[in-house]
């Protein structure tokens, strides 16, 4: 007997009237019209199945802190990071916690059961590495928390001299922190950003770890640390394990430049994480009129063969003032950034939240298939275009065949003489 036969759902591929079957926590079949003995059933009344959304770009240890010590004013990336800076020292691990598991919840809430997090490891008492794998720890029952040792102040520019930083990350990997991060646009020279690159890949190589840096963070088009990164890849053997963050200077490069460097990338399978609200909020700052979107080219990365996912990145912190654990709406942002407005484009905006985030995180078993975990996340639309169009209510949210959130469908109740006395939005 299964333990779940959820009837009737639509696939993000477009299939309608399927079924899943699920036992022991993994689906066992998938197909149309379904029967079989269950201990429970779940009639899906044709809305849109997904797997869970998945965040590749997070920065956990900072969230739910806005106003903590200040707010800040300029709304800039300089700013947030000073700020960051003032509120490290009063950082306390309980509080970390505190906050941090209950971004955890919002984020179950809505459906986002993988979250890659960035942690900044240049603190030395690595309070906040050690607040965020407890968290790990203790959301594993119904979350993924993968984590990366994330020197926020350039790796190569502690106060001590350049092994400072190196031995903090070298430390958090020891306690189990899961990747390596980094940041060379923000180490003191263009040399710097470089060699910390080809540091921080080596290190990773060593221990058979995966790779994530925050690269290439500005408007600057000579900022080119991502074919370092590709270089590295490349040389160390590393393909497919290494994701470039956050790549905004690629919007300002010259063409024919990005021309020779997209078939990098490509030879590298380096995974690209874009961050549409953060992104579109804090490049271009230093222009006047044009401004630029600041965002790194998705299209053209998916037209060279390269997976991209969109990140949520900040959540009430420092560095930005909104957000809700909604990839729906990161997915919202990216499609308006990077202009995605064909069909084709749009349902690629929902796989950035999808299934390309779980790819770039390297997460198994993931995905409606036979064999995966019975993961899923039943949203109140027909299809991936219209989720992204009303950021859709998240009717059911499973992990493994266990129900871990629901939430009413979404209407509005109507007051108007001769019309319906409700409507959901849905033409
Ligand atoms: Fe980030």
Known sequence: MLDLLLTNATLPDGRSGMSVAVREGRIVDIGAGLQAAAGQTLDAQGQLLTPPFVDAHFHMDS??????????????????????????????????????????????????????????????????????????????????????????????????????????????LDLGVDVVGGIPHFERSMQDGALSVKLLCEIAAQRGLRVDMHCDESDDPLSRHVETLAFETQRLGLQGRVSGSHLTSMHSMDNYYVSKLLPLLAEAQLHVVANPLINITLQGRHDSYPKRRGMTRVPELLAAGINVAFGQDCVLDPWYSLGSADLLEVAHMGLHVAQMTSQRAMRQCFDAVTGNAAKAMGLENYGLQVGCDASFVLLQARDPVEAIRLRAKRLKVFRRGVLLAESAPSTHALHLPGRPAQTTLMP
């Not at 009063?90 to 509080?95: E, H, M, R």
């Not at 960035?118 to 309070?127: E, G, I, Q, S």
């Not at 928390?145 to 958090?172: K, S, T």
């Open 63 to 172: 969230t739910l802190s806005y106003g903590l010590p200040r707010v800040n004013q300029s709304g800039t990336l300089l700013e947030g990071i000073a700020l960051w800076g003032e509120l490290k020292p009063q950082l306390t691990q309980d509080a970390v916690m505190e906050r941090a598991l209950r971004y955890c919840d919002w984020a179950v809430a809505q459906g986002l059961l993988a979250i890659r997090s960035h942690v900044d490891v240049c603190d030395p008492r690595l309070l906040a590495v050690e607040a965020l794998l407890e968290v790990k720890r203790r959301v594993a029952p119904y979350l993924d928390l993968q984590l990366v040792a994330f020197p926020q102040d350039g790796v190569l520019r502690g106060p001590e001299g350049p092994q400072q930083h190196l031995h903090n990350l070298q430390r958090a």
